[in-house]
């Protein structure tokens, strides 16, 4: 049974269904991408209405799907193509800028030549690794490299190498539900819950140009016991008293390449890529981004990250 036909079924019990993603096949039989849109059609007798049938309209996609694959492909190796390049170029700025401390050789001009070339191939790493996870999440390659660590461990080391970011914030740690230095095992990913929560502190730091305190946070909640082991969850927060966001922006920050208007009228550049790429790094450990602000008051983000997936409650630390 062709796939819209579930669609028209819906119509016809009286839904409406709009612009679901369909493949078929035309009657000369070539493969078409559709929007497929459903409605009931009534009439009115003796003031109750009798569904007589339903209207289906499909609109053909594939050219413009094709050519979104086209600029993923494009996005990918474009980005691939340019992080060899830059790596080679701020690997060689790196060890030069560490020469004059041996042979005092380096005049200042030069060293701090130096110093801008290696900030800012970081800075297009930062741009390449961004276009690169969009690229992964567009074509639905953005995988987990899933394994059990420690994520009040991990909290803590995120939060010291950030602290050396700024002299202008304070940033402390409150943890809730956990001993100073309890363990807490949960099966994530490493690499990418570093980034996810250097994202969010990074942001704080940034959206609050007049400094001030940030907060961040992990609590931990019990959510049940099941044959395979306890099940726990992890709320994790950052808070700061920065620009803010106005309520009709807030969910919109998390769609590529937004900026809140507040501050891309600013002169803090950002490409608009990290709360996209945080929320559906969250989404695929089954949790939940959001965030709660009041302009020009502050802002805090929350990530509700469940800590064990059913299968590999029993597996070992890392690290
Ligand atoms: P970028 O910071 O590079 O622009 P993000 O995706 O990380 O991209 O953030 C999207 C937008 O959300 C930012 O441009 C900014 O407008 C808003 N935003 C994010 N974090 C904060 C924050 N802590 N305070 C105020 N605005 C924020």
Known sequence: MPPWNFFLIQALSGEIVSSKEATIFTPNGQQAVVLVSCAPISIKHDKQRILTGAIILFQDITKAKDIEQQKNEFLSIASHELRTPITIIQGFAD?????????????ELTQSALMHIVDQSEYLTRLIDAMLDIARIEQQQLSLNLATHDLHHLLIQVVDSQL????????????????????????????????????????????????????????VTHTGESLSGKYRDAWLWVKDHGLGIAPNECSRIFERFYRARMTDNSSLSGFGIGLYVTKEIINRHGGRVWVESRLHEGSTFYVHLPLHSPHRVATELVD
């Open 95 to 107: 060890l030069l800028t560490q020469i004059p401390l041996k042979e005092g050789s380096f005049d």
């Open 164 to 219: 050396m970011t700024t002299n202008q914030h304070q940033l402390h740690l409150v943890v809730e539900g956990l001993q100073a230095h309890e363990p807490l095992p949960g099966e994530f990913d490493k690499q990418r819950i570093v980034q996810v929560m250097s994202n969010l502190i990074n942001n704080a730091i940034k959206y609050s140009p007049n400094g001030g305190a940030i907060e961040v946070g992990l609590r």
